[in-house]
């Protein structure tokens, strides 16, 4: 498939994903437990170091291991302030794809990026990616992209086999990631 064919994929991708996530928010009550946090800032080493990932509702949990930047910690304490519930968009139908997924943070939610361009990434790594969007690759993949490197996971094959088989939620049509504090 053509650069230019990617492009426009990813980029409708994207536009269903964020109204797919709107209404979301809209009908699903899980979306009231997210509450923001006092403070706007953060400062690297001021929070958690570690977060719990479950794939699906009573997956097995899965360490994510997070780096010392801005970006981090302030997805840290945001999870500190409320676990988060989020659907999961996945890239499974498109050839090529299926290396990655990706769960879109509530705008209410401030986060700041450091972003540079990443051409490779490997399997456990966790990205953010604006607006408000975090992209975790499950398999080794070259795909280009702004990032900023939040983390990482053990990629053993309980992960990559937790990831793949996560179930679609029943009555919600999507999968969901938790990730508390």
Request: hydrophobic share 35%.
């Amino acid at each position: 498939m053509g650069k230019m064919m990617i492009s426009f994929l990813l980029s409708a991708l994207m536009a269903a994903a964020l109204t797919a996530c709107s209404n979301a928010d809209q009908t699903d009550n899980s979306s009231d437990s997210f509450q923001p946090s006092d403070s706007s800032t953060a400062e690297p080493g001021d929070t958690a170091s570690e977060l719990t990932v479950r794939f699906g509702d009573g997956g097995t949990p899965f360490t994510l291991y997070l780096e010392d930047n801005e970006t981090a910690a302030a997805i840290a304490r945001h999870v500190g302030s409320a676990d988060w519930r989020l659907p999961i968009y996945h890239f499974d139908d498109y050839e090529g794809w299926e290396v990655m997924q990706y769960y879109d943070i509530p705008s209410r939610y401030e986060i700041p990026s450091g972003a540079m361009t990443v051409a490779s990434e490997e399997s456990g790594q966790v990205y953010y990616s604006e607006p408000n969007r975090i992209v975790l690759f499950y398999q080794d993949a070259e795909i280009s992209g702004e990032y900023t490197l939040v983390g990482h996971f053990d990629a053993t094959k309980e992960f990559v086999t937790a990831v793949e088989e996560n179930p679609v939620l029943e009555g919600w049509g999507n999968k969901i990631v938790n990730i508390s504090a």
